[in-house]
């Protein structure tokens, strides 16, 4: 009796390990926002990479959009309406903006402007502690559960001339700007 019990736990393991990876190779990782990421980090000793992305422009580009001057762009660009309302703006203000209705949680919220997850990736499978920690320790690629090194390419998605206030974008002057470290210990 107990060795069919063995052999059934078997099947099921090799299922659940068959089916996880099948569903990692069609790419089907969710957006879930900055609130999950916050919990973690957000403590001294991760490098506290929230506050950080809070005092810089990129959690301020969708609440930038309701401003005066947000207007005045917007209508040299020849929108008409709301710029928050208006996906010649909010392609370049919100996090995936482009992304499917089905590849968004409930938790991503417009309000969050361009957070972490616009420039490392759809969070739904490297948010738990285990992951983030194996891929930091280099023995799981972040590639598999979704976590991209942001390069220049991701950068420019945004910043390009297609951008009705754009400045010459020099990735690494603007890197320096946005760093937010793992403190080495
Ligand atoms: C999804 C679009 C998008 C992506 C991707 C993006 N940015 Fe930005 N970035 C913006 C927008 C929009 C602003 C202006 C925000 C505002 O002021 O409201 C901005 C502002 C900035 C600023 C000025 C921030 C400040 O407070 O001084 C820097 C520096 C910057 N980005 C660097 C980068 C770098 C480096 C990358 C890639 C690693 C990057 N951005 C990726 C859209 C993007
Ligand atoms: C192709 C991406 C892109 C699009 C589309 C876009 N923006 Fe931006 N926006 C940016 C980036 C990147 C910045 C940071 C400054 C820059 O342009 O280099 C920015 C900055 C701004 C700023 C702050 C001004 C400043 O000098 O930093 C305002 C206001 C703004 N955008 C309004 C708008 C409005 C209104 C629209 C829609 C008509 C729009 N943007 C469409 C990427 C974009
Ligand atoms: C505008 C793009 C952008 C946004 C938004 C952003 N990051 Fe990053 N992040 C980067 C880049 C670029 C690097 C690599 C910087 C370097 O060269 O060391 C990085 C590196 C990191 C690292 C690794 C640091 C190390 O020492 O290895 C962590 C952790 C991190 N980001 C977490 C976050 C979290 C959490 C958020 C949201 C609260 C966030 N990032 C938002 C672009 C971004
Ligand atoms: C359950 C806790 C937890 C959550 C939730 C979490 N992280 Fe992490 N993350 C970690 C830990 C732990 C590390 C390893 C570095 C350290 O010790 O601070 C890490 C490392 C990282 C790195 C660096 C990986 C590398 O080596 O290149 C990035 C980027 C990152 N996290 C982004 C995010 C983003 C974006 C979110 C939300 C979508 C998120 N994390 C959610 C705990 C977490």
């Not at 990479?49 to 020849?78: I, R």
């Not at 370049?92 to 616009?118: N, R, Y």
């Amino acid at each position: 009796m107990k060795k069919y019990f063995v052999m059934l736990m078997m099947v099921a393991v090799a299922f659940l390990f068959v089916s996880e990876s099948l569903l990692n190779a069609a790419g089907d990782f969710k957006y879930i926002g900055v609130s999950k990421c916050k919990m973690c980090h957000k403590t001294a000793k991760s490098g506290d990479q929230f506050t950080k992305w809070s005092n810089e422009g990129h959690s301020k580009a969708y609440a930038t959009l309701a401003t005066p001057e947000a207007k005045e762009v917007a209508q040299k660009a020849g929108v008409t309406g709301d710029p928050q309302k208006s996906e010649k703006c909010l392609k370049c203000h919100v996090t995936a903006f482009d992304a499917p209705a089905t590849a968004k949680e409930a938790s991503l919220t417009l309000q969050e402007g361009i957070s972490c997850e616009a420039c490392h990736g759809p969070g739904s499978a490297y948010k738990s502690n285990a992951v983030m920690k194996a891929v930091y320790a280099g023995t799981k690629k972040g590639a598999e559960v979704g976590l991209i090194e942001p390069t220049k390419e991701v950068c420019i998605k945004c910043h390009n001339p297609e951008s009705p206030t754009y400045k010459p974008f020099k990735f690494e002057e603007a890197v320096k700007k946005i760093l937010h470290p793992v403190p080495k210990s």
